[in-house]
């Protein structure tokens, strides 16, 4: 069964950092694609970030530059470290197998929470 469960998400103030791990078990982590993305409320979901299996990273506009995605092959984990958070950030981010073409069909986590506010 394939899982993807997430942590590290909170309230934190604008220009603020969070660290997301998202843990994966289930299937061949080290040859899939993994992706972040992102579900703010009352709105449809956004892919944020995605890392290939060799470890390119590739991201949306609107995290790049602030956002990092990595991955650990031996620990079957994917991490985004996001950095000068915006209030736009708020959102539930997810945890999803696939690219920036494919993860909408494929498995995703339940998410966690982020929430930036003064």
């Known amino acids: 069964e394939v899982q993807l469960v997430e942590s590290g998400g909170g309230s934190v103030q604008p220009g603020g950092s969070l660290r997301l791990t998202c843990l994966a078990s289930?299937?061949?982590?080290?040859?899939?694609?993994m992706s972040w993305v992102r579900q703010a409320p009352g709105k449809g979901f956004e892919w944020v970030a995605g890392?290939?299996?060799?470890?390119?990273?590739y991201y949306a506009d609107s995290v790049k530059g602030r956002f990092t995605i990595s991955r650990d092959n031996t620990k079957d984990t994917v991490t985004l470290q996001m950095d000068s958070l915006k209030p736009e950030d708020t959102a539930v981010y997810l945890c999803a197998i696939g690219s920036v073409m494919s993860w909408k069909t494929r498995p995703r986590g339940q998410g966690t929470q982020v929430t930036v506010s003064s």
């Open positions: 890392i290939s299996s060799d470890e390119n990273p």
């Open positions: 289930g299937f061949t982590f080290s040859t899939s694609a």
